[in-house]
């Protein structure tokens, strides 16, 4: 794999105790490898065991006892990741998504405010902001999100503001782009799906003509965003995107550019509903010190290496190599929508 990051040994975050929840999985997995470069004592909270070297506390945030432990006394900030992240698996189960993102978000900042963590950073999404058209997205639009996902996330940030106004807690939350890059492999999303149709070798399925624009944003420069607004002393919303917005078309051309394949494309009929466009002001971050530096089709390469040592590798709740994320079903338009705005 291309570690597209520089290598410069810094160590700003120096004896900092730091909480990654979520830190076993695809951001989390990246951001603790950042957050050590950065000389930090990282602590991983997931379902799932980590391989970073330092100590986790295994188990679900959900139960109290768990969240007690991944929190100790002398914790200086929590980073929290830990989410369900399925858009349209929200819609479905609206119910644990409110426990996962919203009441265990409430039950951290409790632990903060009484055990004087100083700094919390979430991982938020740019989907709380809903349907916007054509305008482009920064951190003063109103809050409108369309799904269970994309209110839990809003109603975390609230949480947020709360715990900074009332208590002094920096609270910070950054809210993505579409993130792709290295280890990715599990989940369902257009990058991975183009990969799997590359190694397959079959063609890749498209809604509709292919110009509805996103930002792609590699999972290096998130990690690196989140150290930067730790360092900028940041609270309050920022928006992390590559600034630039790429066509599903441009994906398609930058994935054939880095996995050399053919990937021809199956159009089919647009998703009802999709938002011709996702595009966000990433000025806010920019001014806290940070810019992307890893391009597509560099950021694309290295997800290939990954895929292309691994095999084809089945998504979670794939519907198939080239699975359509989204098919409409029993979920609403508005819900397909803004899950594509994830
Ligand atoms: N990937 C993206 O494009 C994107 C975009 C916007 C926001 N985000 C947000 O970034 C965060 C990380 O996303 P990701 O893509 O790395 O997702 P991921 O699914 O790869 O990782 C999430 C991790 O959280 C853990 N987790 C979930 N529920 C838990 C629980 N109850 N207790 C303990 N651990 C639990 C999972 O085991 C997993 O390791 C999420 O909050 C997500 O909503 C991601």
């Known amino acids: 794999m291309t570690d597209t990051r520089g290598d410069t040994p ?63 006394e002398g914790t200086s900030a929590i980073v929290h990741l830990a989410a369900l992240t399925s858009v349209l698996e929200s819609v479905e189960r609206p119910e644990q998504v409110f426990r996962t993102n919203v009441d265990v978000t409430h039950g951290l900042l409790e632990l903060a405010r009484r055990r004087g963590v100083e700094r919390v950073l979430f991982a938020s999404t740019n989907a709380v902001t809903g349907d916007v058209g054509d305008a482009v997205i920064d951190e003063s639009m109103p809050l409108r999100p369309l799904t269970p996902y994309g209110s839990s996330k809003a109603a975390a940030e609230m949480l947020l503001s709360a715990s900074t106004a009332c208590y002094g807690v920096a609270c910070c939350a950054l809210r993505l782009a579409n993130v792709y890059g290295p280890g990715m492999g599990h989940k369902d999303s257009f990058v991975p799906r183009l990969m799997r149709a590359a190694l397959d070798d079959v063609p890749v399925t498209v809604y509709g003509d292919g110009e509805q624009v996103r930002d792609l944003v590699h999972v290096h420069d998130v990690s690196e965003a989140f150290v930067t607004a730790w360092l900028a002393d940041a609270t309050g919303p920022v928006i992390v995107g590559s600034g630039t917005s790429s066509s599903v078309l441009d ?86 929508a803004a899950a594509a705005a994830l």
């Open 251 to 336: 994906m398609v051309a930058a994935a054939r550019e880095a996995t050399g394949q053919e990937l021809p494309v199956r159009h089919v009929d647009p998703r009802p509903g999709e938002m011709p466009a996702v595009v966000v002001d990433t000025s806010r971050a920019r001014g806290l010190g940070w810019a992307p530096r890893v391009g597509l089709t560099a950021g694309m390469a290295a997800v290939w290496d990954e895929f292309r040592r691994a095999g084809v590798v089945p998504a979670t709740g794939a519907t198939g190599a080239t699975g359509a994320t989204g098919a409409t079903g029993a979920i609403g338009a508005t819900a397909t």
């Open 10 to 72: 810094e160590k700003q975050l120096a004896g900092e105790s730091v909480v990654v929840t979520g830190g076993s999985g695809f951001i989390g997995r990246s951001l603790v490898r950042r957050l050590q470069q950065a000389g930090a004592d990282v602590t991983v909270a997931d379902l799932d065991p980590s391989t970073h070297g330092g100590p986790t506390v295994v188990g679900d945030l959900n139960d109290p006892r768990v969240r007690d432990r991944a929190v100790p």
